[in-house]
């Protein structure tokens, strides 16, 4: 089914940029465009149950503040009445931030998270928290005692949302909200991103504060933008990055407007193909989505080449083990109590990070240091590498192994603090989404913006809607 948003009349409909110069144009209402969604959402949430908490009323009183502005002439942006939904880790003063735990469903926030405070400064209306996998420690996007969402591309089986962020992957698919923000340790905007067909951004560390998010791995914790296109997912990294003096990571990193160079093209750029030893275990819908996207890319003017790797993508458990180590570090002690009812996956991979010593822990670092260093050098001359985000589409949840991670092409972009950006290439025979991943160096994610806007204006995979 088409998404033939130019002739909606249904603001639910439009993606966040159209969204956004309608209401700045005036002919569309911040009250409008916050009722259609809030209509949508109660229509729809019992069932898929994307969010946490809903702010109708205070998304309303925004809306109605937001219209007096722009109507007597004090709109403070291009975005101002744009409604936005954030992961269940980012915090809001006075707001329950439960990180995907129903231990935490009464901790209330003491401040707003830098990232949310730049949003609101931008007039954008909060519309709620979305679920996320407890401690955000997951990939497919299961939460036992919060809810798991229901991935909307297929009503008639529960299938995996993506994860962590499951809950702002749903709402975006849905048209519950036109973007919303994510955050990703290993994939956890990627694999979301693959699984509900939308664009996800996966930004390098630095570029985006974390400070009053909830933390995983402070060593690979990123947030970043989910949306419906390329388009708005630039736009609302423009908004959420930049140095803030609460994260020491973004200290020295100036902000990067990718939105000059986003129409540019890829004539004259170089891409990678992934190996065709990686191409084992990866689906043959996949594979097909993943082939003819290079060959989009090619047609417009891209030089895609082979490159050869310093290693194999299923090699690359340093990731796991950082993660584990950080993760335990802060929610061990959770962990530990069996006393308090966790996800008993989650708490397995927690309780993973006690065998961790520091002796590994620094030698794993030290490898993620050369890992870097070789990797850049295998990518020299090349401006980004392209693979598949997934190794399948959503899989079934009666089907999903826990001791299993889906995230075999997205962690090696954490672990090398590379960007990397997921939008759709395809569809399967059954009407699931299809995914490729475009990874870059570090800092530039102007380029992995600028390839996947030239592949979207030549294809309409990011136009379809599940039918809902």
């Known amino acids: 089914m088409t998404d033939a948003f130019a002739h909606d009349t249904d603001p639910a409909l439009l993606p966040a940029r159209p969204l956004a110069r309608a209401i700045a144009e005036r002919r569309l209402s911040p009250v409008d465009a916050v009722e259609a969604l809030l209509a949508r959402i109660g229509r729809l949430e019992p069932r898929l149950r994307a969010f946490v908490e809903v702010y109708a009323d205070d998304a309303r009183l925004a809306a109605e503040g937001a219209d007096r502005a722009i109507r007597s002439g004090h709109a403070v942006g291009p975005l101002h009445g744009v409604p936005v939904a954030l992961k269940d880790l980012i915090d809001l003063e006075g707001r329950v931030t439960t990180g995907g735990s129903a231990h935490f469903r009464a901790r209330r926030a003491a401040r707003t998270a830098t990232i949310a405070r730049r949003l609101i400064a931008q007039g954008m209306i909060v519309l709620g928290k979305t679920h996320t996998v407890e401690f955000a420690l997951g990939g497919w996007g299961t939460n036992q005692h919060m ?15 993506g994860g962590s962020s499951s809950g702002s992957g749903v709402a975006v698919a849905a048209r519950m909200a036109p973007w919303a923000i994510g955050t990703d340790t290993g994939g956890s905007v990627r ?8 664009t996800g951004l996966k930004v390098t560390i630095g570029r985006v504060s974390t400070a009053g998010i909830v933390p995983l791995s402070s060593t690979l914790d990123t947030p970043g933008p989910m949306a419906r296109t390329v388009e708005d997912a630039a736009l609302l990294y423009t908004i959420l990055s930049g140095p803030d003096p609460l994260d020491p990571n973004t200290r020295g990193i100036e902000p990067l407007d990718p939105l000059p160079t986003l129409h540019r093209g890829v004539r004259g750029l170089r891409l990678g193909r992934m190996p065709a030893a990686e191409r084992a275990g990866v689906c043959d819908e996949m594979l097909a989505a993943y082939d003819g996207a290079l060959a989009v890319l090619e047609r417009l003017g891209a030089e895609v080449v082979d490159v050869a790797l310093p290693f194999r993508f299923v090699d690359l458990v340093a990731a796991s083990a950082i993660v584990q180590a950080e993760s335990y570090f802060f929610n061990g002690a959770l962990s530990e109590d069996r006393s308090l009812s966790l996800d008993e996956d989650v708490r397995l991979r927690t309780l993973a990070g006690a065998g961790v010593t520091a002796q590994e822990y620094l030698r794993t670092r030290r490898m993620q240091q050369e890992m870097k260093a070789a990797f850049a050098q295998a990518m020299e001359g090349i401006d980004a590498l392209l693979t598949p985000t997934t190794e399948t589409a959503a899989i079934r949840l009666d089907a999903v192994d826990q001791a299993v991670v889906p995230s075999r092409f997205t962690r090696f972009g954490n672990l090398l603090e590379l960007c990397a950006l997921a939008l759709p290439d395809g569809f399967t025979a059954g009407g699931l989404p299809l995914s490729l991943q475009i990874a870059c160096r570090g800092y530039d994610e102007a380029t992995a913006l600028r390839i996947g806007q030239a592949y979207q204006q030549a294809t309409e995979w990011h136009l379809r809607a599940p039918e809902l």
Do not use: E
Not at 191 to 198: I, T, V
């Open 147 to 161: 809810g798991t969402p229901w991935n909307p591309w297929d009503l008639a089986h529960p299938r995996t949302p």
């Open 191 to 198: 694999l979301p991103a693959s699984f509900c067909g939308l």
